[in-house]
């Protein structure tokens, strides 16, 4: 079922804001800004000054504040004109926030599985969201080795939503083009991918680093290795020309949220402001990428390795089965877009035909998604942005290790992605590589 | 060398204009209005008393005037709100007046070989061009077996400098995905051939004809054929999805003006209006298949039929070996863009592995083009929009033997287009099936 939003025949235009009014949240500003605002006044309770107020982003690019109230408590998530982590002198755009709150109105539309937003000011790049108090970071609970089981099939079902939902499987061409070029300006988002997963780990760069001296001779090796750069420049094109659908553009296990509170499982997908139309492989690869990198960080992280280790390879082929399950049954009963009409098979008794076509579009789906999963474990490795699972494996040289079988398993990934070509098999050459069970 | 024009950096923005103040031309009001264009009545000179005005549109859309006066004359393409072929019944957008200046700019300044632009009257969907007096519709010397050696290989390079310099290639990202948006709104005459090229000729539909009875039974078989059919929705699907380079969309040998005045030959390309961001292989493809077309319809046009035809399918091996030609260069010369960075080839000294991966890019190339030349060819015969090449032949008889010999090589282009895999061997398929010497 689709819920009202702004993918309705009758939703008004959206625009990117004046951000002339802009002005930064310092902490002491949070809770005036935010009583102005009723629907956030009323969850939170009380008065401004009985709310308190923390500072808790953990990303590299914006503000996130938790506000608790009397009554309940927010997130708030502003903008900034910079990348937080670096400083004024690499300027991002405040539109960024447009995007997101854009991205995350369509995701709650078509297939939930976010956090509820009462508010978005977008001339203030503020998105004020419900606080998802009992929620953590998944890959800080699957570094801790906590394993919740519905978050593999609630993303698998998330990304088949959005991304059928969002293609010219399920709206008309002209629709579709509309949603494209509204998101083709979040152009400097995409440029970050475009960089730092696609070009800067294949050449020296000063935003590069690796486990040194463990890396050195590898990261020189992987620059030099022309199969793998053409691999990674075909991916590339692809995710620079591959309009496919309103991908999330940065679907990692830091980008979604669990929860077990009252032994209900709860999981959430956050901050979607890469969102553009781009290839429908690249989020499900991005997901699949951090899985296997949790997996390789394992040995780095103490005994007990092996049953999680064989748990995350499960957890990856359930992404891929469950995505796979669901996207064929909107396949079968929401195949209203321009693309593989109906009335091309189904309307002519060819049921059989259509259901061929879905598996040579999965298969071909499914095959960029490994690539694309390669791409994303390599850069986490040799590029700018590392991830937790590995960066807390000490010492170095145990760290490398970890980081040395994941980037085989990378570089078959981008080049040998069309004869691996399933998930399945892709998990048992992680397995094969990290010695795991299988 | 690329002249100055909308892509330069400093470019000013473009908007599709407001027809509030639209008035459609009537022939005897169409030299009054010229007159009012400065360029325009320096041009013909005189008085517009003295212009001579003939209405010659033999396309399906718009109103064309010639205007002849004194010292010079004119061409004036205006669009209608709706299909003149058609009538009202058939609303069609206005804006596709300004998508076409848009992309006759570019081409002009990436390409050469247009009609040149003496004035553009946004808001009366205006296009004032030189008047190309001495050329002819090269479909029509074409049917006349007149020969313009010169036509494959400025037509091969147009499209490499159009298609190379609109791509990810050659354009930042950003500015790339700015055109995207741009022409993305260009939807109703995307719409067009989504349904006219992709869908219709596979189902029963009342703008579907074809040569009858004689292919009544052919026609039934192929909206049955369902291998076919995924073949051409696997095509849709990247006329829908892949926004590699601005491509004209309709770049059949009806959109081409050739000329030999005073031994001199002379060749443009017109008509941009179906102009998007897609797949590169789809214009490459248009071409072929209207070359293809001409090669099986000359058996219809009586004696000395033998020579034409080989010469034909020459034709359509140069426009691939120009257009991968010039293509080659580009890339060695001017990949500025994201994509396929010099960064990691040749600035590393390894311009071996750029060499092989421009090999795999107009290999994959080449089979979109067959692909696309395969559905381009059979929706001329099955569809609405046919080709006077076939049309004129008489009897229906032999016009249908023709035909059918055409869409066998259709069907294999687009079925079999990775197996066939080049443009020599498509044209080889071409003579066996056509019993033409090669």
């Not at 500003?29 to 000054?49: D, M, Q, S």
């Amino acid at each position: 079922m689709i819920h009202s939003g702004p993918l309705e025949k009758d939703a008004p235009p959206e625009a990117v804001p004046d951000y002339g009014a802009y002005e930064p949240l310092a902490l002491d500003r949070v809770a005036l800004r935010l009583a102005a605002y009723p629907e956030v006044a009323a969850r939170l309770g009380g008065r401004p000054e009985d709310w308190r107020v923390r500072e808790v982003g953990d990303g590299n690019l914006n503000f996130v504040y938790i506000v608790e109230g009397p009554a309940g408590s927010v997130c708030a998530k502003q903008a900034l004109p910079f990348v937080r982590l670096v400083g004024e002198s690499w300027p991002l755009p405040l539109s960024r926030s447009f995007f997101e709150h854009a991205a995350l109105a369509r995701e709650a539309q078509l297939a939930g599985a976010v956090p509820q937003i009462l508010r978005f000011d977008g001339p203030q790049a503020l998105i004020v969201m419900e606080n998802l108090a009992t929620h953590v970071i998944w890959r800080k609970a699957l570094t801790a080795r906590e394993r919740h089981e519905t978050a593999a099939p609630v993303l698998g079902r998330f990304m088949a939503e959005t991304l059928f939902r969002t293609s010219d499987l399920h709206l008309p061409a002209a629709r579709k083009k509309r949603e494209m070029a509204l998101f083709s300006a979040n152009t400097a988002l995409a440029k970050i991918t475009e960089d730092l997963v696609f070009t800067d780990p294949y050449r020296v760069h000063p935003l590069n680093r690796w486990t040194s001296p463990d890396l050195d001779e590898t990261a020189a090796a992987v620059r030099a290795d022309t199969e793998w750069k053409r691999a990674i420049q075909d991916l590339k094109w692809q995710f620079l020309t591959s309009a496919e659908a309103l991908v999330h553009g940065d679907l990692h296990t830091g980008s979604v949220m669990v929860s077990n509170a009252d032994g209900a499982e709860d999981v959430r997908v956050i901050d979607p402001e890469f969102a553009f139309y781009g290839p429908m492989g690249f989020d499900v690869g991005a997901l699949l990428a951090n899985l296997f990198l949790a997996h390789f960080a394992q040995d780095g992280h103490g005994p007990g390795a092996e049953e999680m280790k064989a748990w995350l390879l499960v957890q990856a082929s359930r992404v891929w089965d469950c995505f796979a399950g669901r996207f064929g049954e909107l396949w079968r009963t929401e195949r209203g877009g321009d693309a593989y009409p109906v009335a091309l098979f189904e309307a002519q008794g060819e049921a059989d035909a259509s259901q061929e076509a879905l598996d040579a579009f999965l298969a071909r789906l499914q095959v960029d998604a490994l690539g694309f999963a390669g791409a994303k474990m390599a850069r986490r490795i040799l590029g700018l942005a590392h991830v937790s699972d590995l960066e807390t494996i000490e010492p170095a040289s145990l760290r490398a290790a970890c980081e040395t079988r994941a980037l085989a398993l990378a570089r078959q990934l981008v080049v040998e992605r069309g004869t691996i070509a399933t998930v399945a098999a892709a998990c048992r050459r992680a397995a094969s590589l990290s010695g795991a069970a299988t």
